[in-house]
């Protein structure tokens, strides 16, 4: 009964996450689902929607139109959402829930005649809605650099500056409304010029119009940066796009701080810059992390004093980089985690709250609330986790 889940919660499914990755970049996301869907895409698993515009539409599918497959009706209600917005959408993303799936309806065809009818760029976002957030969001972010490719510049600037892309960030892993700016400010500290982010605005500014096409221009520039960092998953498989379409390198990883950080030394090596490792006294201390894995590791880097940590990834993920020192298990069935747990007591455990109801009372807890867990059951309790000193308060207590 492995597919069974008692107490785990489900992550935000791929559908969700290429809604999120989406939805700040001025264009229009289009789920192929019944009618109604929109409020999990829009209210559990999107948090910029209670105060900004939302360009995310459902097709209401009935069961009719999924069995005999009703396209001229989708086609027309796409062109006609299309006409009537406010500001022309600067692209249409078609993605699909399970039932167009498995009947088959062939959206690349729906996007080549909508290209035809709206001279718009329109691109499909191979979805099933059977996968989550992390693979959902990575395609997103692929179709839409695969769709403009040809406008993406590559001419470098030579005023000396290093320039980072910034991968995965979005409010299913970074719900702190915070974070974005506390981030950059991190690397600006740390001497790094900030090129393109995947793809969010500081403080969720998407209603503003000029602020949609600023994030949507700062991506087509993606190609002028030094290095692409992946601060969680789902920019992998952009990152492994702009290595492999134009040569640009990508480390992964997290940074907490702008000096003697872990993630910082990496990316200054990158700038051929040798940084000293800094001395660290172990202790008795066993942590537990479950997380999205780019974070979890990343925190099992920087709390590296304990004398074991274990980091479970429980999404769909790819990442497992080779040559790490920290133990990673990849456990996506509740019933192979439990197993995990009752071998494993003395743990400290940090992880979204929803995951404490696996653990005996004598196990100590440490809150990370994640919005792709939970939802925003502890919105409250979001991490800044670049805010100077957030992430030592969390690992010491």
């Known amino acids: ?34 009618s109604g869907c929109n409020s999990t895409f829009n209210t559990h698993d999107e948090l910029r929607w209670y105060h900004e515009r939302s360009d995310i539409f459902i097709s209401g599918l009935n069961m009719r139109d999924a069995i005999i497959g009703n396209d001229k009706k989708l086609l027309d209600d796409i062109i006609s959402a299309a006409d009537n917005m406010t500001d022309k959408p600067k692209f249409i993303a ?25 001279d718009i760029p329109v691109f499909y976002v191979p979805s099933n809605g059977c996968h989550d957030y992390i693979r959902g969001a990575g395609m997103a972010w692929t179709e839409f650099l695969k769709k403009f490719s040809s406008s993406i510049s590559v001419k470098k600037k030579n005023d000396g500056k290093f320039r980072l892309n910034i991968a995965g960030m979005m ?47 700062d991506l087509l520039k993606c190609g002028q940066a030094d290095l692409t960092l992946v601060i969680s998953s789902s920019g992998i498989m952009p990152a492994e796009y702009l290595r492999r379409r134009f040569g ?23 700038m051929e810059t040798n940084v000293k490792d800094r001395e660290i006294r172990k202790s008795d201390r066993k942590l537990l992390i479950i997380s999205e894995p780019v974070l979890g590791l990343s925190l099992a880097e920087y709390a590296k004093n304990s004398s074991e940590i274990t ?28 197993g995990f747990i009752s071998e494993n007591r003395d743990f400290d455990v940090i992880s979204d709250p929803e995951y404490f109801y696996l653990f005996s009372d004598k196990v100590k807890k440490i809150s990370m609330p994640t919005l792709s867990v939970s939802g925003r059951i502890f919105k409250n309790g979001f991490i800044d986790y670049f805010k100077p000193g957030n992430v030592r308060k969390l690992l010491c207590q």
């Open 171 to 217: 409010p299913l892993d970074y719900g702190n409304k915070s974070s974005l700016h506390s981030l950059k400010e991190l690397l600006q500290a740390a001497g790094f010029e900030i090129n393109a982010v995947f793809a969010m605005n500081e403080d969720y500014k998407y209603e503003k119009t000029e602020n949609r096409q600023r994030l949507f221009d």
């Open 94 to 118: 078609l993605c699909n829930s399970p039932v167009p799936y498995l009947t088959g309806r062939d959206y690349e065809g729906i996007a080549r005649l909508l290209e035809r009818k709206l």
């Open 1 to 34: 009964m492995k597919e069974t889940y008692r107490a785990m919660p489900v992550l935000s499914g791929d559908v969700s996450g290429i809604a999120g990755a989406l939805y700040e970049l001025g264009g229009m996301v289009v789920i192929d689902d019944p």
């Open 311 to 338: 980091v479970i990834d429980p999404t769909e993920s790819d990442y497992y980089p080779a040559g790490r020192s920290i133990k990673l298990l990849k456990i996506r069935d509740e019933e192979t985690l439990e």
């Open 248 to 270: 640009l390198p990508y480390i992964a990883g997290v940074p907490f701080e702008s000096e003697n950080d872990p993630v910082i030394r990496k990316i200054k090596a990158v």
